[in-house]
């Protein structure tokens, strides 16, 4: 066990998950909207263990998934974060990312704790790459990684998690590495 790092951005706090996220989290992943560019939205007994397995990520590694805070309110507007993946054909890789309450959509909170987390994972665990992926309609998601000057790899693959034929099933791959991340700042 290992106290997670909080981060904080200007309007924005990356924190440990707690009791008071699972209600309002429940409600983003059973928006249609919101998972439209998933397979399906989930059950509030699904949405409760997926906090419990980033919580319990966040302990084991001090980094991970962070639920996220709007400072003004200290509202739960979603998550934003880094994790190790596995199962997929450019693993071991560590990606990012994000899912936010529609309410809080296009006010660039995803970029601004996206940034956040990039910084941890380059200055503070010295990672020499990140990724990000996403199935290929999923524009908003790849704008996010657009603005961070990800780069997209061109190396879009069927993700192994869904049937042939799925609709998703075709994700795009973007990446950025330590060096680029710094030559941006
Ligand atoms: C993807 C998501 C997290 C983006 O969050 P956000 O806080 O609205 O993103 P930002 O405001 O930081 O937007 C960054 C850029 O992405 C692009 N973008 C964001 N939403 C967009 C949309 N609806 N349509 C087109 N481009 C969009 C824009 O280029 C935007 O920059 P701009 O506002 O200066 O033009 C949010 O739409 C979401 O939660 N979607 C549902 C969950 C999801 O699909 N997660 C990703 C799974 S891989």
């Not at 989290?25 to 397979?39: C, S, T």
């Not at 507007?77 to 296009?106: D, H, N």
């Not at 309609?137 to 603005?147: A, C, I, Q």
Request: with cysteine; hydrophobic share 40%; proline share 5%.
């Amino acid at each position: 066990m290992t106290t997670p790092v909080t981060l904080d951005t200007p309007r924005l706090r990356l924190r440990p998950w707690q009791q008071s996220d699972y209600r309002p989290f429940a409600r983003l992943n059973a928006d249609h909207e919101v998972m439209r560019f998933f397979p399906a939205t989930l059950s509030s007994v699904e949405s409760d263990t997926l906090a419990n397995t980033l919580q319990d990520n966040l302990e084991k590694n001090g980094w991970g998934i962070w639920a996220l805070e709007l400072k003004s309110t200290e509202a739960f507007i979603g998550f934003t974060g880094i994790q190790c993946k596995q199962g997929m054909s450019f693993s071991p890789c560590v990606e990012i990312g994000w899912r936010l309450a529609k309410e809080y959509w296009r006010q660039g909170f995803a970029t601004e704790a996206a940034r956040q987390a990039l910084t941890f994972a380059f200055s503070h665990l010295q990672l020499t790459e990140v990724v990000a992926f996403t199935t290929v309609t999923n524009l908003p998601s790849r704008g996010v990684m657009e603005k961070l000057q990800m780069h997209n790899t061109g190396r879009n693959f069927q993700h192994p998690a869904l049937p042939i034929g799925h609709k998703f099933r075709e994700h795009v791959l973007y990446n950025i590495e330590h060096a680029q991340w710094h030559n941006h700042q």
